[in-house]
């Protein structure tokens, strides 16, 4: 009850105070039945925190041992995290949307439905939005676990680090939710970090969620390290999870945030370095943020093209063989007309 009172706390300073009541539900799982409860294991994660890296990371280790579904719930009118796990060859279904809070609650419930009538999956994982709330997604799927047809064995939350403080103080809704609502917590984006900086950030996530922290740098270990420890000690979810009915209901303030999303089809070629200072003026520009960015671009020296995560003062590009040019933006106040300007959509 500790960690519930601690996290109501949080919320009463959060930005849900327009909520007119808050309730609580204890999510007791029921026991498996034989072979008809379907597994679910959440990958949870604010904009860029890595979630996508995480799953191409350890996805082959869960093949080897369950008929695996993944869920995609990606911004825009395309999934780029979908088109980065299709070589797998395993069935993914995409809810893409502008806004994950107005459109999981019934379609997220459809979906899971039909992907486990059509699919038989033994486990399905769900890499929900960075903007969505992890207990609204428990809360969403209450009736099929209530109906005894899934089960939720693991919700992992990948930290961003780089940067955690920021994210604390301009968007602690999300990415506090996420935090509180996580089973196993990852630390992301640690490189350039010293020991005093990581030790810092785990003390306050202690404050938050004394979940177990996995601190080391993932993205140089093993599948097999990474994987073994994510399922270290599994058991059934059986947290107090702090959940509103009114928000269920479409509740929600929009204008705290004001997240919009653009995709686009880029139309020309581009060099590596082009691409970076593209994003360089664009981070400049004083009449829009720009949170998020990721998509391909055919590359100007090869027949192929470039892949791109953009963060706020990173970006990571690397060689793909995705064809289509296509680029998805998240921030706010996001000016499509410059946008197309700068990738030159005719």
Known sequence: MEKLASYIDYIELSAMEDYEKLFIKCLEFPEKRGNEMVE??????FLGSGKTTLLNKILPCFLKNKKTAIIENDFGDTSIDSIILNSYGLPIKELSSGCICCSLSSDLVKLCEDLINSESPQLVLIEPSGLGKTSD???YLFPLIEKGKIQISNIINLVDCANFWDYIEDFGDFFGNQIESASKLVLSHTEGLNDKSIKKIKEYLRQINDAPCFSENWIDL????VYGYLNDSLSTIKEE??????????HHDH????????SLKADGLFEEAEIKSIFEEISLNENMTLLRAKGFLKSASDTGSLH??????HIKISPSKHEESIITFIGRNLNKALLEDKFKIC
Do not use: R, W
């Not at 679910?40 to 994660?45: K, P, Q």
């Not at 093993?222 to 390290?225: G, H, L, M, P």
């Open 308 to 313: 791109f995560d953009y963060l706020p003062g």
């Open 222 to 225: 093993s599948s097999e390290k």
């Open 241 to 250: 999870l702090c959940v509103s009915s009114e928000h269920a209901h479409h």
């Open 137 to 139: 997604i428990i809360n």
């Open 40 to 45: 679910f294991i959440l990958i949870t994660g």
């Open 255 to 262: 204008s705290a945030n004001q997240f919009m999303t653009v």
